[in-house]
């Protein structure tokens, strides 16, 4: 069982920055993908970021390459998402994930979300132009 408790959603301005914070809780080691995913209001939810655990090779949507950063501190247990230069476009509530699935960075973002079984309660990021 994956626990993931995800912090540091706020309201700024277009091209203003944010940190998220997830803490991650994983007894068993399981996790083979940790990444961020968001939802808008009526939009489906979308992928946003992943790491694959095994290799530490991260992935990007195109839409936030080049202004957002996935990092890690195995230390702490703890996921981060930088975001430099929001759009309004960024606006939604951000998910922490977790996969146990050996290929959860395979394919397309939406195929990589379906292998993700293990999800925080989601925070707010609001962009305002």
């Known amino acids: 069982q994956v626990q993931l408790v995800e912090s540091g959603g706020d309201s700024v301005q277009a091209g203003g920055s944010l940190r998220l914070s997830c803490a991650v809780s994983d007894h068993s080691s399981s996790s083979q993908c940790l990444g961020w995913f968001r939802q808008a209001p009526g939009k489906e939810r979308e992928g946003v970021t992943l790491?694959?655990?095994?290799?530490?090779?991260?992935y990007y949507a195109d839409s936030v390459k080049g202004r957002f950063t996935l990092s890690r501190d195995k230390d702490k247990n703890t996921l981060y998402l930088q975001m430099n230069n929001l759009k309004p476009d960024d606006t939604a509530l951000y998910y922490c994930?977790?996969?146990?699935?050996?290929?959860?960075?395979?394919?397309?973002?939406?195929?990589?979300?379906?292998?993700?079984?293990?999800w925080g309660q989601g925070t707010q990021v609001t962009v305002s132009s």
């Open positions: 790491i694959f655990t095994v290799t530490g090779n991260t």
């Open positions: 994930a977790a996969s146990d699935h050996i290929t959860c960075s395979v394919g397309s973002w939406s195929t990589r979300l379906s292998r993700f079984g293990f």
